[in-house]
């Protein structure tokens, strides 16, 4: 059994900052990516960040510049440090992981999200 569990969403005024943490735990033989994804109201799930487990990252063009994700390969933890926050920026944030049981068996896993609302 594998869980993927987020923490730290909340209510934040506009320009204001958040960290977002995600810890993964079970039978794990080893990560690969680990990422932050997140559903605005009335559209579709996006890609916000994600990471490699050699340090590469990519980021969605609406928050380059003010968010960072970093993980920790040792703990299966990855954050996304949120600056500058826009009402935009508002949703339900999940992180995901892809999680190998064995050297060549995978499976993407889902956090059960938590909520972001930046709002004055």
């Known amino acids: 059994q594998v869980q993927v569990v987020e923490s730290g969403g909340g209510l934040v005024q506009p320009g204001g900052s958040l960290r977002l943490s995600c810890v993964a735990s079970?039978?794990?033989?080893?990560?690969?990516?680990m990422g932050w994804y997140r559903r605005a109201p009335g559209k579709q799930r996006e890609l916000v960040a994600i990471?490699?487990?050699?340090?590469?990252?990519d980021y969605a063009d609406s928050v380059k510049g003010r968010f960072t994700i970093s993980r920790d390969n040792t703990k299966n933890t990855v954050n996304l440090q949120m600056n500058s926050l826009k009402p935009e920026d508002t949703g339900v944030y999940y992180c995901?992981?892809?999680?190998?049981?064995?050297?060549?068996?995978?499976?993407?896993?889902w956090g059960q999200g938590t909520q972001v609302t930046v709002s004055s």
């Open positions: 995901s992981a892809r999680i190998y049981s064995s050297p060549t068996r995978w499976y993407d896993h």
């Open positions: 079970g039978s794990i033989f080893s990560i690969s990516t």
């Open positions: 990471g490699d487990s050699g340090g590469s990252a």
